[in-house]
Each structure stands twice: as structure tokens, then as C-alpha cells.
């Protein structure tokens, strides 16, 4: 269903759009003169998604619009990475809509790592909180997942309140795109500042007293699917499974209690690899 209304087409459609048409820009200016959003723009497509995101799995499969990727047409760096975060978190169907001979490998990557998505749709946590949710968690295990958006103009704190979301144990802390372990933490935590139009993105695993995979770099999962330690044949270490589809190359990062930093393993393999740690 395209432009469908929603209430008539529940147990007609398998699969349902729910958000106006995605566009090269972050907001229409015509949405000022009619006030209402009604043109095309990708901050609107965002936000239906985000507030219809619960009937995905429920309801229909959810249509999220097409992903962009082209750098320089209209939409920031900040902008795109916080779009392939939401469509890997929506765990709905990613239609990638370019020419694909016009992106180059950094594109190409960021496609790569938002596929396969997420096993089951992000919850928008203050979902009626605001109009346009900026919370949103999956809980995983050991790996959850956590969203923090922004999408003002202007910067934000980045605060985490791990009883918000039901967490009440310690976790280690790593983030997407800088790649960075940040640390075990509990409780609250302040983590700077969320830039505007932006998505920072976090793997908290709950730490315990045996190793962890608390991250990796090609895939927006970040080891809460396609990635398990598992005990070696000959019973005295560990193994490492990867299995995600397609060609992948990165790093895997594995907490042992007995390190302060993680261990980063480097990877390259094609649908799955297993290998010693």
C-alpha cells in the first residue's frame, strides 16, 4: 500500500508506507507557508516513520520510503548517517534509490552497513512525549541498542538514563560511527553533546564476568545480530561467528573482565567467517 489509507488496508496489504515522500533536503520551505508539513522532505519522512514505527510486525511489514545516499544534492553527512541509522532500526523494507554507478565506496559502505536490518523494529521510547520522537531503544541480549536524536537546529546534551529504557545493571558503552568504547556505566551518564539533525548511536552490553562482543564496524547492528562468541572445539578459548550476507571488512571488539580496553580483531570475509580469539 503507497498513499494508502491506513485503517481500511489493516489484513489487506503485507507491506505499508507510512510516511510522506522522502526528498534531497531536510525540510520544505513551502511547509512554512501552509503550516503543516505536506511537501516532500526527509526530516517528514523520519518523523511518520518514527511515529507509525509500532505497526511494523503488527500490522504490515513497514515502508519507510527510499534510502538516500548522495553527498553534496541537498542533505548533510549528519543528515544521511542519522537516515541509515532510523531505516536499520525500523526493521522494515530499504529500498535504495540511486544510481548506483554515481556513489563511490564510502556510499556504497554505508549501504552495506545499514543491511541486513534490525531483527525487530526500535521502540520509540517518547513516542508521546513529543511530536517527533527522539528516543528510541532495542532491547537486545547481551547487545542493546540506543538511539538519541536531535532534531533541532541547535545542539543538545547527550544524556543517558539507563532506568529509562529498563536497564539497571552496568554496561559497556560503544558508539557507531566514531567506533569508540567509551567505557562502562550505570545509572546516568552525560556524553557531551548531540549535534543538530543528528543521530548518536550506542551497543550497550551488560557487563559480566566473561568476555563480551561489545561492537563492530560493518554493521549498524554492532554485534546484536550475525556476531556470537561461542566456546572453542578444544574446550581452552573461544571462538568468534560472523555471519552477516555479503562482503565485510572491519573490526570486532571484545571486552575480557581482565582488560581495561577491548581487544579489536580485524576481519575480512564474505556471508560468514569463524575464527580463535
Known amino acids: 500500500g503507497c498513499g494508502a489509507p491506513l485503517g481500511p488496508s489493516v489484513g489487506i496489504v503485507d507491506i505499508m508506507r507510512v510516511s510522506p515522500d522522502t526528498d534531497r533536503k ?25 511515529t507509525r514505527s509500532l ?4 500490522l504490515w511489514t513497514l515502508d519507510p520510503d527510499c534510502l538516500l545516499l548522495g ?11 542519522s537516515q541509515l541509522i532510523l531505516f536499520h532500526l525500523l526493521a522494515g523494507q530499504v529500498f535504495l534509490s540511486e544510481e548506483i554507478s554515481r556513489l563511490d565506496q564510502g556510499q556504497l559502505r554505508w549501504f552495506n552497513l545499514a543491511l541486513p536490518v534490525a531483527e525487530k523494529s526500535a521502540e520509540p521510547i517518547d513516542l508521546f512525549e513529543r511530536e517527533f520522537p527522539e528516543q528510541f ?25 539507563f532506568a529509562r529504557f529498563g536497564l539497571k545493571k552496568r554496561y559497556h558503552l560503544f558508539e ?3 567506533w569508540n568504547y567509551l567505557g562502562e556505566a550505570e545509572g546516568k551518564v552525560d556524553l557531551g553533546v548531540i549535534p543538530p539533525h543528528s543521530v548518536r ?8 564476568p566473561e568476555p563480551r562482543i561489545i561492537g563492530l564496524d560493518f554493521h549498524l547492528g554492532m ?28 573490526k570486532v571488539w ?24
Open 137 to 161: 531503544f532495542k532491547r537486545g541480549e547481551p547487545i542493546s541498542l540506543l538511539g538519541l536524536g536531535n532534531w533541532s537546529e541547535e545542539e543538545k546534551p547527550c544524556r543517558i538514563n
Open 71 to 81: 553527498r553534496g544534492r541537498g542533505l548533510k553527512e549528519a543528515e544521511l548517517k
Open 176 to 178: 557507531c560511527w566514531t
Open 55 to 58: 505497526t511494523n510486525g503488527r
Open 254 to 277: 571484545i571486552k575480557f573482565p581482565e582488560q581495561k580496553e577491548p581487544k579489536a580483531i580485524e576481519l575480512s570475509f564474505e556471508d560468514r567467517t569463524e575464527l580463535e580469539v
Open 223 to 250: 554485534g546484536a545480530q550475525g556476531a556470537e562468541l561461542k566456546p572453542s572445539d578444544s574446550g581452552s578459548g573461544l571462538r568468534l561467528k560472523v555471519s552477516l550476507p555479503g562482503k565485510r571488512q572491519g
Open 201 to 208: 548511536y550506542f551497543g550497550l552490553t551488560e557487563a559480566g
Open 26 to 50: 531536510w525540510k520544505n520551505i513551502l511547509d512554512l507557508a501552509f503550516g503543516i508539513a505536506l511537501t516532500p522532505s526527509l526530516k517528514s519522512c523520519l518523523k511518520n516513520s518514527l
